[in-house]
């Protein structure tokens, strides 16, 4: 096990997830389907941590839920692929899938309160997933012999590896959810999002309702645990200011559909794309102080409502005609950033 | 300082159960019965069935020394009797009401959890179940097969359930959307595991209650079918004894005391039984006893007692008394 950061090389690493053109639709009876997610392509390599940055009600829960395949019952996953380390998702059984889920995807949920079980112990729903899936496997990179968790008595020891890896002591592994503070549920909820030793993890706001101090340890703890585990995430949040310091490649999203995807530098100093640029300046920036912070005008549109055009146009200060009766392609700027405006593709 | 009962312990259960008085005072009531339905024929000082010695003075003989509830028609020991008739009471409310919560609580859990047609039809079922009036089909059934304790215990089981299923459905359907079934979902539990480790646990504390006072329920139906002479002769019941006493003139001889002793124990099983749940419910949904209005004004109470305690002794503390 190395403390080594893995340098990520956005060109040269694996690609352990390649996500094509998947859309999302929700139907409800007597109402057409409302796409909460349309044709949005991304490529996580391995050691990547990418930032999933949007407004709330834009996609982002619902694109990663649809990764693990586990959209609520009135969603459905119209078109796209899905392919996790060369095998498309869509096209596996449901068993097959359940054996994917948390052996190679995991999720860390928003709200650890509302994710773990408050009548049965912390260390009992983690071990839940070891003896579900029957790995022992001590922490990836160990080298020691992995074993077959029966049953709860044998996952024990691994538990407690798994609390202590997330700082949290063995000897806590048998208390109730409410007897942990909310920073520590997070930590469970990431120990137990790594129990199985998944490649990738996503993590959905992890670092939602937690003070700012807390914020910053979970943020940390989850970076650590990247470079130490050599772990690909998926880093669902609103704050881009998260996303500059730990995130390698960045995707943002606007109504359902991805408005800018390029690597994080690029994004922070070179966006493209009208709402990155106005998201950017709604954002505080410490080295210029002076600066006022500009709000975007106007809401998100609504999904049974959307824009003929370009999703954004309503809100667009530099919206032209054919912003609002064409909706825009993602156009490829150069090697890695990818934008869908059609100012780019006039370029 | 009672923060939260952990209620996920039976001891921690037991604590949280102590402090409710009319909880433990049904339990007492409860266990009482139950004591003397176990130890009937150590209690009992005559056989119920055998006559005594039937002479003209034995029938419907008062309380007396012999008799301490006097006889009745058949020159019986009423008080025999009446200790014997609480096995089959109790026996009949058990059995009936573990049937009842079973099929409550299996068709609650599976039309809250799997939802759409399954449960569209489960709980159209149980609406027509919960219309037809209890009793008239009780009676046409019990009627139509063999009147044995087993048919009774069958009929009452089977015809109610449906107040559970629907109260379960509900509670299902509220646990189903918690964040962690999702998360059991995506570590790649299947439906029958969740329903197990995940939604049962939750579910469990209201089917608990409902079985207590399902119990008290099934004990009232069956001594309502007893009193209307459906009963099987040849077990003894409380129902029975009141519709013996019914039927054979114990009311117009004025004999009371043939009445009165299976009244008072279906009443005290009933009570009891309500008592307890209650007691129960109290434990196990705290959010009965404090809201979290209340909260405030007791701490300002315990305040001001705080400080008079300091005022009348002239001494510090610094524990409230909550």
Known sequence: MTDQPIPPDMTTAPVLLDVRGVTVEFVSKGQPPARAVECVSFRL??????????????????????????????????????????????????????????????????????????????????????????????ALHSGASAGVARNKKAAAPRVGELLELVGIGANRSGQYPHQYSGGMR????????????????????????????????????????????????????????????????????YGGVVAEYAAVDTIFNDPQHPYTQRLLHAFPDLSKPEEALVSIPGYPPRLDALPPGCRFAPRCPVAFERCHVEPPALHRLDGFHWASCHLVSNQ | ??????????????????????????????????????????????????????TIDNIYAPPSREHLLGTDDAAKDVLSQFIYGSRVSLTVGFFAAFISVAIGGWIGVTAGFWGGKVETGLMRFTDVMLVIP??????????????????IIFV????????????????????????????????????????????????????????????????????????????????LSWG??????????????????????????????????????????????????????AVGRQMVVSRVKGSEVRGSEGQPTDTLTL
Not at chain 1, 205 to 219: G, H, K, N, R, S
Not at chain 1, 223 to 236: A, K, Q, Y
Not at chain 2, 136 to 144: G, N, Q, Y
Not at chain 2, 158 to 186: C, H, N, Q
């Open chain 1, 45 to 138: 390599r391995k050691g990547e941590m990418l930032g999933l940055v949007g407004e709330s009600g834009c996609g982002k829960t619902t694109l990663m839920l649809a990764l693990l395949r586990l959209l609520p019952e009135a969603g459905r996953i119209v078109c796209g692929q899905i392919d996790f380390l060369g095998r498309d998702l869509l096209a596996l059984s449901e068993q097959q899938m359940a054996e994917v889920r948390w052996t190679g995807i995991s999720i860390v949920f928003q709200g650890a309160m509302n994710a773990l079980n408050p009548v049965r112990t912390v260390g009992d729903q983690i071990a839940e997933a070891l003896v579900r899936h029957g790995t022992l496997a001590p």
């Open chain 1, 186 to 253: 997070q930590r469970a909820m990431i120990a137990m999002a790594l129990a199985c030793n998944p490649q990738v993890v996503i993590a959905d706001e992890p670092t939602t309702a937690l003070d700012v101090m807390i914020q910053a340890q979970i943020l940390e703890l989850l970076d650590t645990l990247r470079h130490r585990l050599g772990l690909s995430v998926i880093l669902v949040t609103h704050d881009l200011g998260v996303v500059a310091e730990v995130c390698d490649t960045v995707l943002v999203m």
């Open chain 2, 1 to 54: 300082m009672t923060a939260q009962t952990d209620i996920t312990s039976l001891s921690g259960l037991w604590r949280g159960f102590r402090g409710n008085r009319m909880g433990v005072i049904g339990l007492v009531m409860l266990l009482l019965a139950i004591g003397m339905a176990v130890f009937a024929p150590a209690l009992a000082p005559y056989d119920p069935k055998a006559p005594v010695k039937v």
């Open chain 2, 134 to 151: 209890d009793l008239p089909l009780a009676v046409v059934i019990v009627a139509l097969t063999q009147p044995s304790l087993w048919n």
């Open chain 2, 156 to 235: 009452i089981g089977i015809l109610g359930w449906t107040g559970t299923a629907r109260l379960v459905r509900s509670k299902t359907l509220s646990v189903k959307e918690r964040k962690f079934v999702l998360r059991a979902r995506a570590i790649g539990a299947g439906n029958g595991y969740i329903v197990r480790r995940h939604i049962l646990p939750l579910v469990l504390p209201l089917l608990v209650v409902n079985t207590v006072l399902v119990i008290s329920l099934a004990i009232l139906n069956e001594s309502t079918l007893s009193f209307l002479g459906l009963s099987d002769p040849t077990t």
């Open chain 2, 240 to 293: 029975q004894m009141l519709n013996y006493a019914f039927t054979r003139g114990a009311m117009s001889a004025g004999a009371w005391w043939v009445l009165a002793p299976p009244g008072f124990g279906i009443v005290w099983v009933v009570l009891g039984c309500t008592l307890l749940g209650q007691g129960l419910e109290r434990v196990l949904n705290p959010r009965l006893e404090t809201h979290h209005l």
